[in-house]
Nanobody, 125 residues
Framework: QMQLVESGGGLVQAGGSLRLSCVAS????????MAWFRQAPGKGREFVAG????????YYTDSVKGRFTISRDNAKNTIYLQMNSLKPEDTAVYYC??????????????????WGQGTQVTVSS
């Protein structure tokens, strides 16, 4: 079993920044790729960013490229999502995800093996 716990969400004005964290426990964290997804009210879950086991490869959905940065600290069993230049359309619940079988580079999360509980990000205009 793997447990994922997110933190760092909150309310921010448009143009502001937030950093989300996700701490993992229960398995060898360094063996697995991780990702962030989000789900806005009334919409389906969407991929935001992914990172391989070492942190050497990262992937982003087009709408966040140049604004968001995914990273990981394997010594702390933690991944991060630095979100800059936030827009109202970034408002969503953000979820940390782990796939036991490979890197997550897109999709709706149907292949994800473990999810965190989610953290709310609200961007006001």
């Amino acid at each position: 079993q793997m447990q994922l716990v997110e933190s760092g969400g909150g309310l921010v004005q448009a143009g502001g920044s937030l950093r989300l964290s996700c701490v993992a426990s229960g398995r060898t964290f360094t063996s697995y790729a991780m990702a962030w997804f989000r789900q806005a009210p009334g919409k389906g879950r969407e991929f935001v960013a992914g990172i391989n086991w070492s942190g050497g490869s990262t992937y982003y959905t087009d709408s966040v490229k140049g604004r968001f940065t995914i990273s990981r600290d394997n010594a702390k069993n933690t991944i991060y999502l630095q979100m800059n230049s936030l827009k109202p359309e970034d408002t969503a619940v953000y979820y940390c995800a782990l796939d036991l079988h490979g890197v997550i580079t897109g999709g709706d999360g149907s292949i994800v093996d473990y999810w965190g509980q989610g953290t709310q990000v609200t961007v006001s205009s």
